[in-house]
């Protein structure tokens, strides 16, 4: 599609199998929402206007859909203004409130540095060409010097690592989604940082491909340590969309980390490994986006009905609210990685490419990789702690508040159809994961497109496939070939092949392992139904001997995160302010108030920083505003001096 | 062989898993208490207090959801499926066997361990939050472990199919004796110390709630619910066993055809080996006092180290 624009010239947009992957993910994810917003958004009615709110919504996602199929630089970066603009205004909906206005500046600020980075790289590899079109870009990246290529990998990683979310300049994420309404972070958390991946892959793996090693390298280290610093917030946070927020910067992390992998051993040549690392990320980007927006959506209900995000003050909800609960509760299974939801099945992938660093020669290749798998463990495990927590501080135990106590209902029939739309889309991407990794595998561009499904997909399901007949034979005594012919697709099994030692590298299918789930809970619950004792009672809780058991004697959210704390105080490095002089009554110290902020670390080690250095130069430029009137018509009058010497001469 | 072999044969492997359990902790109950100089209850022990609770009504606590009635389901339901995945009995793969590898497994021994933490918080009782953070800690220390012992194992196999890394500790056999495979074996023992709440890292006959961390979880479960918890994690203990003694230690005695005679005698050979693990567990469990708390990120530290050294072991090595 083309469309000439006055002064611009002309923009084109064009539907590459790349970007109508990530526009479907788009797509697959507004309408839930949107069907959600219409019972949402009635809370906001009599204050703010809901029209527009409409526009705002349609008109970022037209944007978006325009970022992910612009043909040229020039269409490109005006639907990526228009996208920043919408989503910033969305996140300042309420904008009689200034936290919220604040963290939209914020966010539009950041967004914009990312921009200009990013641009600049645009331009940079334009350079040689005189022309903006994506394809006269991509086939003219053999001419750049390799100066421009390590500027152009390190403009569009930052520049869109700042939409991605990743570190160092994600402080916007933390303050803006949390602040928006519920399924405007939805769709923040849930599309608007794929754009920064979209990006980041637009111009190092379709634009520059030539030159991948800086990329991996880069983004296995960036990715691997946004992910742990944003678990490890996460898991302590007490504000649940907060702590949602945190868990993007996680998530995001690790598919920038499964990237990076595939472009480390795209710079090693070998394909099929970089296919699986490029695979693996897109797929739990995708993964993650039903899930995060699911758990957006479950938040903003929660929000909604008991007026308060402090997990604290929650508990006990899933009684009033067993829609929300139960589909709160797949999103935190799909996000803790428990088999066989979406997220166990792209993080498994994930870190059986890292695995695969045992195929490959160089030593720094291995030892990092494990360094990274190390921790993208520790960050899986601590996001089973931190939606445990979520889950069961929020919906579970007693309600450790009367806002909670008095939650009664669900917020409306549309928002549980929404919510149990991207439950489906959850359960669905992970049970039929040959299906995703076929769908992923074709969006793959350039050298990749394709290969994903060959290293990972046998073809046990179609007739005529290229397997050897002794493998086959094995395999079909093993059931993979159950239901050939009748089965649609290549295989319903995730199996990396290898040579004659270990002719099976690494094999999965999620679809077999919720089959065998299925089939055994069957068993055991029809044995203990046949030979159990059925009788059940309801008891109160044993409370010490005191009866009833306060809110107040339960566990918090906070006690429940605290090993956390403990553990990582290095990362987190704490402040604490201590007040006991307050408190002393009579020579008896009586009650210390000790009150523990924990500063974000992009916070306190990138914005700050960034902050202060820029306030100290703009307050020693400000200084030549305050000069005497004198001096500054002397000089005028010697520039213009000057520039009358220049031009007799 | 044919699917129907296949099938079948997986399903002894669950028998064996699932009938022994309890067995297997009733030995190392007996053992545990005869090392400490006392006659210890009967190995039988476990099957009687399983009958007995599965004939008592079971008390829910006021505030349950559904989630703590099914919480014991799942603690049950995770050991069994990665049964159907490893090799119990045979070295050849069984049916089913591609569905997981080790590091799914790992993934899937995590289902009970979600369940079961959701389900301590949902009886209400503040002991039972305590215990599921804890657990939690326990938890998250314990996996960067396993993932790195996953890189040692894979840069020796190159593979993470149990089946195919059991073959190649032995072949050829100087590998046994290779520092990875020393160091790998050392990881894991501590891993499953860990994993299964055992000394130093928690004392399952503990009966002090503060000082409790596994078991605390459990308290307010009764009748059929505590019967299924307590199967499962017996079982969850003889699944890690059977990858520690099948798949990384000895290889050995595994049945190669799927004859009678063969399967006999490796369910006597597993057998042994189980509990020769048992008795060297039983020891170190017996030796050793309770960590304090944060002292776990210290134990579960070093078995990190231990698993980094293995894994650059196994990357020099040639």
Same mark, same amino acid.
């Given at each position: ?56 919504? $349609? ?29 910033? =205004? ?43 079109? %994506? ?6 990246? =053999? ?62 793996? $379709? ?20 992910? !742990? ?69 479950? @938040? ?27 589909? %709160? ?14 997220? %166990? ?24 990789? $494990? ?214 009554? *009579? ?10 902020? *924990? ?46 010497? =220049?031009?007799?001469? | ?60 606590? *006021? ?22 995945? !490893? ?33 301590? $918080? ?143 005698? @490796? ?30 990120? *210290? ?20």
């Amino acid at each position: 599609m083309t469309w000439s624009l006055p002064v611009l010239g002309t923009a084109h947009f064009v539907p590459t199998p790349f970007g109508v992957f990530f526009s479907s993910l788009a797509l697959i994810v507004a309408v839930p929402t949107a069907l959600y917003s219409i019972a949402y958004l009635r809370r906001y009615a009599h204050e703010y206007s809901i029209g527009w709110f409409a526009f705002g919504y $349609v008109l970022l996602l037209v944007a978006i859909v325009a970022v992910f199929c612009a043909a040229d630089v020039v269409s490109f970066m005006i639907a990526w203004e228009v996208m920043t603009l919408a989503s910033c =205004a969305l996140v300042a909906f309420e904008w009689r409130e200034s936290r919220k206005v604040r963290a939209a500046l914020l966010m539009l600020a950041m967004s914009e540095l990312g921009a200009l980075a990013a641009l600049l790289a645009f331009l940079l590899a334009a350079s040689p060409t005189h022309s903006l079109a %994506f394809s006269t870009i991509a086939a003219h990246a =053999a001419a750049l010097s390799s100066t421009t290529r390590t500027w152009i990998v390190l403009l569009s990683f930052f520049g869109f690592g700042v939409k991605a979310g990743i570190l160092p300049f994600n402080a916007w994420l933390p303050r803006a989604h949390p602040e928006a309404p519920a399924n405007v972070s939805a769709l923040l958390s849930g599309i608007i940082l794929n754009l920064g991946v979209y990006g980041m892959l637009l111009v190092n793996l $379709v634009l520059v491909p030539q030159d991948a090693t800086l990329f991996g390298i880069l983004a296995v280290t960036v990715g691997t340590l946004s992910a !742990i610093t944003g678990i490890l917030y996460a898991t302590i946070d007490d504000d649940l969309k907060r702590m949602l927020a945190f868990s993007s910067i996680e998530n995001i992390g690790i598919v920038v980390a499964a990237l990076g992998a595939g472009a480390t051993f795209l710079s090693l040549h070998r394909l099929d490994l970089a296919a699986l690392g490029f695979g693996a990320g897109l797929w739990h980007m995708g993964n993650h986006s039903f899930y995060k927006a699911l758990l957006f959506l479950g @938040a903003g209900a929660v929000d909604a009905a008991a007026a308060t995000r402090r997990m604290n003050l929650l508990g006990g909800l899933a009684k009033a609210m067993p829609v929300t609960a139960a589909c %709160f509760l797949i999103g935190a299974l799909a996000i803790a990685a428990i088999p066989p939801l979406n997220g %166990f099945a792209s993080e498994w992938l994930t870190l059986e490419t890292l695995l695969r660093s045992a195929e490959v020669g160089p030593l720094a290749v291995k030892l990092g990789f $494990v360094l990274a798998g190390a921790l993208l463990a520790l960050t899986a495990a601590l996001a089973v702690t931190c939606f445990v927590k979520s889950y069961a501080m929020t919906f579970l135990g007693a309600p450790r508040s009367e806002a909670a106590q008095e939650v009664r209902r669900e917020l409306s029939a549309a928002a549980g159809i929404g919510m149990a739309l991207l439950a489906a889309a959850c359960v669905l991407s992970g049970v039929f994961p040959a299906y995703m990794v076929q769908l992923v595998g074709s969006a793959l561009p350039g050298v990749l497109h394709g290969r994903l499904a060959q290293a990972l997909l046998p073809p046990f399901l179609s007739t005529h496939s290229n397997l050897p007949a002794s493998f086959l034979r094995d395999f079909h005594s093993l059931g993979a070939t159950i239901g050939a012919g009748l089965i649609p697709g290549r295989s319903l099994v995730l199996l990396h092949r290898g040579g004659t030692a270990n002719p099976v590298v690494f094999a999965m299918s999620s679809t077999y392992l919720a089959c065998f789930l299925l089939v055994l809970l069957v068993l055991i619950y029809v044995a203990v139904r046949l030979f159990a004792q059925r009788h059940a009672v309801r008891e109160h809780v044993w409370a010490g001997g005191l009866h009833p058991l306060l809110p107040e004697m339960t566990y918090t959210a906070t006690g429940f995160s605290n090993p956390v704390r403990v553990i990582f105080q290095a990362v987190f490095n704490p402040r604490t302010t201590e007040n006991t002089r307050e408190a002393v009554h *009579e020579n008896f110290r009586i009650a210390i108030t000790r009150r523990r902020e *924990e500063v974000f670390v992009a916070d306190r080690l990138a914005t700050t920083p960034l902050a202060v250095a820029t306030r100290a130069t703009a307050g020693f430029l400000a200084r030549m505003h305050h000069g005497r009137l004198e001096g500054y018509v002397l000089y005028a009058l010697c520039a213009l001096l000057i520039a009358l010497l =220049a031009i007799v001469r | 062989m044919s699917i129907a072999t296949t099938f079948g044969l997986n399903l002894l492997q669950l028998a064996f898993v699932v009938g022994l359990a309890p067995l297997f902790s009733g030995i190392a109950g007996r053992w545990r208490e005869n090392i400490q100089g006392k006659r210890g209850p009967s190995i039988w022990q476990p099957y009687r207090d399983l009958r007995k609770l599965f004939a008592k009504e079971d008390r829910r606590s *006021e505030s349950a959801t559904w989630i703590a009635r099914f919480a014991p389901y799942a603690v049950c339901l995770s050991p069994m499926l990665v049964t159907l995945l !490893i090799p119990v009995l045979t070295d050849f793969p069984l049916f089913g066997a591609f569905a997981g590898d080790m590091l799914a497994a790992g993934f899937i021994l995590g289902i009970g361990g979600f369940f079961l933490t959701l389900a301590a $918080v949902d009886t209400g009782v503040p002991y039972g939050a305590m215990g599921a953070s804890r657990t939690r800690m326990v938890g998250f220390l314990a996996e960067p472990v396993l993932i790195v012992i996953l890189f040692a194992v894979s840069f020796v196999a190159n593979s993470t199919i149990p089946y195919i890394v059991q073959q190649q500790w032995v072949h050829p056999p100087a590998h046994f004796f290779s520092p990875a495979h020393v160091l790998v074996l050392v990881a894991f023992f501590m891993l499953i110390i860990a994993e299964t709440g055992r000394l130093p890292v928690d004392n399952p006959l503990g009966h002090f709630e503060l000082a409790m961390i596994e078991e605390s979880r459990v308290l307010d479960f009764s009748g059929r619910s505590f019967a299924l918890l307590k199967w499962g994690s017996a079982m969850k203990m003889v699944v890690l066993a059977v990858v520690f003694v099948n798949v990384l230690f000895a290889p050995w005695g595994l049945a190669t055809t799927p004859v009678l005679q063969a399967l006999a005698q @490796a369910i006597i050979a597993v057998f042994i080996k189980i509990v020769v693990l048992l008795a060297v567990l039983v020891v170190v469990e017996t030796s050793f006092s309770k960590l304090r708390l944060f002292r776990i990120a *210290e134990y579960l530290g070093g078995a990190f180290v231990v698993a980094v050294t293995a894994m650059i072991a196994a990357v020099l090595s040639p």
